[in-house]
């Protein structure tokens, strides 16, 4: 069994998440969606056969345009939903999940860029997977999409002022990130550096060293919580009866 990993940029890759599961003993399946065969891409699986878990990732793409892969894996997500596998989704991996389940994704009227404050509800402050996080943090954000509106059954779990759904549960195993709580501080410098994140910063007129004092002010306290949060990911999605060493 193995927990499928949808990378969709060399920018978005699991950061803090990727020790935290093998570290368990998941096995990964990591597919490059944005890269052609030859080049080490991968497609996404036929089916749900040894499959315990699904990560899909973030990335500069958008949910709606035409990209190959983003039909495909929109119903994998929906599928895994429906067979109650676990299903996490980070930025756009969120949006995609939202999307599949009957959501609506669409453009931001002002992107946010570095770290935003984020509130958990009542019923993030009361669910197990936030345990031990805070009700109000500074998560990194990276995103000039969306959710704008929640799929049917879902709870909304965390907000920041420019935008309403930071997090939210859909069933019992499904969870959607907007923040990226599992980023590394090399990780927040690639954003910064890649020609989406140059962009993105110039429009907010946020500059590397304002980026940079974010990271001084904030970054110890968030990467503390990433790890808690991705320890409790770990523990409590992913039953230990499906861990195989690799």
Not at 52 to 73: C, F, K, T, Y
Not at 81 to 97: S, T
Not at 153 to 172: I, M, N, W
Request: net charge negative.
């Amino acid at each position: 069994m193995s927990i499928v990993i949808f990378q969709h940029a060399s920018s978005d890759g699991l950061g803090r998440l990727a020790p935290a599961l093998r570290d368990h003993g998941h096995r990964l399946d990591i597919r490059r969606l944005d890269l052609a065969p030859a080049a080490g891409g991968r497609s996404i699986p036929p089916d749900l056969d040894g499959v315990s878990a699904v990560i899909s990732l973030g990335g500069p793409q958008n949910v709606g345009e035409d990209h190959p892969w983003m039909r495909a894996e929109l119903d994998f997500l929906r599928a895994a939903h429906e067979r109650q596998l676990p299903v996490i989704g980070i930025c756009l991996g969120a949006q995609m999940i939202a999307a599949a389940l009957g959501g609506e994704v669409g453009p931001m009227p002002t992107p946010e860029f570095g770290f935003c404050r984020v509130t958990q509800t009542p019923a993030g402050n009361t669910d197990v997977m936030l345990a031990g996080i805070p009700w109000g943090t500074h998560q990194f954000q990276a995103h000039a999409q969306e959710i704008r509106k929640l799929p049917p059954d879902s709870a909304l779990l965390a907000s920041s002022p420019g935008c309403k759904v930071q997090c939210f549960r859909a069933g019992l195993r499904t969870y959607g990130f907007q923040y990226h709580f599992e980023s590394l501080r090399d990780d927040i410098d690639g954003f910064a550096r890649d020609a989406w994140g140059r962009s993105v910063m110039q429009a907010l007129g946020l500059s590397e060293t304002d980026l940079k004092s974010q990271c001084e002010q904030h970054f110890d306290t968030f990467a503390r919580l990433g790890d808690r949060l991705c320890g409790n990911l770990v523990g409590l999605m992913f039953p230990a009866v499906t861990r195989t060493r690799a």
